[in-house]
């Protein structure tokens, strides 16, 4: 039985999926050696969302750590590269940029590159920002390299990330999971009980009767949170205010002949489209209001969306946008949808699966359950929700759009103070917000700002220091050199090891 003074021997998850295998691979490949069972329960007949298919770079860091060789998790998982987001409609209709996973201009800038841009007329003069960042135009021309370390060269100015199939990728992590000890067991909770005196969880019940003891509970069970909200009564922060979307519906397609290693987020009525690209399949789906829009007008847009022949049946979801006002709560740590969801626009879901299992591994319980850990945990936790949340949330509340009643809320409605004053930083002074912690860095920031049409009033002074023709002159050759690197560099599918068929020959 768990108790607060007990030496933790036992850590149970509970739920599978990309959540409760992520648990279990980096669990097993850290508690290696300490003499630590870890058992997963899941249930085949509850299935699992499945629609996280669109990463952030963070999760290479998460699978070199585990020593998973990257040739062998894109085939296995049918993935493909991603270098950015294109975010099409957002500010106006019409209008199309690409959030980079990179920075934009030379690596040897001393000052950052937008402000050397705005002082030469910005796009009216230099053309569009986006020409001059590598990631985007290797995006643009279906090419990719894997970066540099040569800190002087223009392929040091990007990283990536992964398209992939999140239950190849569940499937996946199972076997490198089961590989290194961890017991799984399929069942469906039904009870969870809780010592009368500590309020700790001890064991769940399964459907069988099965009961199966722990002292550590993960609880990787989706949006039902089974231990986190439905025994331990943690609470929930909705958010709905201003990330009103709380609608999904997730659809298959055939491949095309094409293959962008970016996703795509198109600005629908009241919501969003969504276009990933794998290599056996493309991952579509439609997020949306339901205050603003109804089912089947929803599934009316993602249809006429699809570019080739639909493979299931449509998967529709609910979802709250926020989190759990304590993600960790007695013995029990909540870790993806159990702990919140800020919906699928940035690719964030997954990272912060990856932030709670580095949280929880950094405070793991080795004697004594000290409250601090727990405390610390949280108040980790939600500042890296509340900042993933700011972001989000600019992409809503940055638009000129007025055409639908969705669009003239989201350009109206009140924001969180800790987004308005980073907002009026940048159109004072151009900028961005620099954080120590937090997954969004400054070349992100100034990618949504100026795709979305909010520019600096003033710039930096000691953009001055290069004399204007020079600069000029800088800029295009800049603009010439990374257009003419992005088309010497491999088609993406070569890249990935993969053989595509030529366009004519595409159905």
């Not at 100015?157 to 990728?169: E, K, M, P, V, W």
């Not at 629908?268 to 794998?278: H, K, N, Y």
């Not at 699966?353 to 409250?371: E, K, N, R, S």
């Not at 990618?447 to 002074?461: E, M, T």
């Amino acid at each position: 039985m768990s108790t607060p003074g007990r030496q933790i021997s036992k850590v149970l998850i509970v739920g599978g999926g990309t959540a409760g295998w992520m648990a279990a691979a980096a669990l097993s490949h850290s508690l290696k050696g300490t003499g630590i069972a870890i058992e997963l329960v899941e249930s085949e007949v509850i299935g699992t969302v499945g629609v996280g298919e669109s990463t952030l770079p963070h999760i290479r860091h998460f699978n070199q750590t585990l020593g998973i060789d990257e040739a062998g998790f894109l085939k296995d998982t049918k993935a493909t590269i991603k270098l950015g987001i294109e975010f099409h409609n957002w500010a106006r209709k019409g209008d199309r940029y690409i959030h980079p996973f990179g920075d934009y201009g030379h690596p040897d800038d001393t000052v950052s590159f937008h402000h050397h841009w705005q002082r030469l007329g910005g796009e009216a003069a230099m053309g569009p920002i986006d020409d001059y960042s590598l990631p985007i135009q290797m995006a643009r021309r279906e090419r990719f390299a894997r970066p540099t370390t040569d800190m002087g060269s223009l392929l040091s100015t990007f990283s990536y990330a992964y398209q992939f199939d999140a239950a190849l990728y569940a499937r996946f992590l199972r076997g490198f999971s089961e590989a290194r000890g961890v017991k799984r067991t399929e069942g469906r909770v039904v009870d969870v009980a809780l010592d009368g005196e500590t309020g700790f969880v001890t064991a769940i019940t399964l459907e069988s009767g099965e009961r199966i003891e722990g002292d550590l509970f993960v609880d990787c069970s989706g949006f039902r949170g089974l231990i986190i909200e439905q025994a331990l009564k943690a609470g929930y922060e909705d958010w709905s205010h201003w990330l009103p979307c709380d609608r999904a519906i997730a659809l298959p397609s055939a491949s095309t002949h094409e293959l962008p290693p970016f996703t795509r987020a198109t600005a629908q009525e009241a919501g969003w489209c969504w276009r990933i690209p794998l290599q056996h399949r493309v991952g579509n789906g439609h997020v949306y209001s339901s205050a603003f829009m109804d089912d089947a007008r929803a599934e009316d847009i993602l249809m006429d969306a699809l570019e080739n022949e639909a493979l299931a049946e449509p998967n529709r979801l609910r979802f709250l946008t926020g989190k759990r006002r304590q993600q960790w709560s007695k013995n029990c740590v909540a870790i993806g949808l159990a702990s919140g969801f800020l919906e699928p626009l940035e690719s964030t879901s997954i990272h912060l699966i990856q932030v709670a299992l580095g949280y929880l591994l950094d405070f793991f319980p080795t004697g004594a359950w000290d409250p601090a850990d727990a405390e610390e945990f949280n108040r980790s936790m939600s500042m890296e929700y509340e900042r993933v949340r700011d972001f989000l949330i600019l992409h809503y509340h940055a638009t000129e759009r007025d055409d639908t009643p969705f669009w003239d809320y989201c350009r109206t409605m009140d924001i969180p103070d800790s987004l308005t004053w980073k907002m009026e930083l940048f159109r004072e002074r151009g900028v961005p917000t620099s954080y120590e912690y937090g997954v969004f860095l400054p070349p992100s920031w100034i990618a949504v700002y100026i795709g979305q049409r909010i520019l600096p009033r003033r710039f930096d002074p000691l953009a001055h220091a290069i004399p204007e023709d020079a600069a000029r002159a800088r800029f295009t050759r800049m603009k010439t050199e990374i257009a003419a690197l992005a088309e010497t560099l491999p088609h993406h599918g070569v890249a990935i090891g993969m053989t595509r068929p030529p366009a004519s020959a595409a159905s």
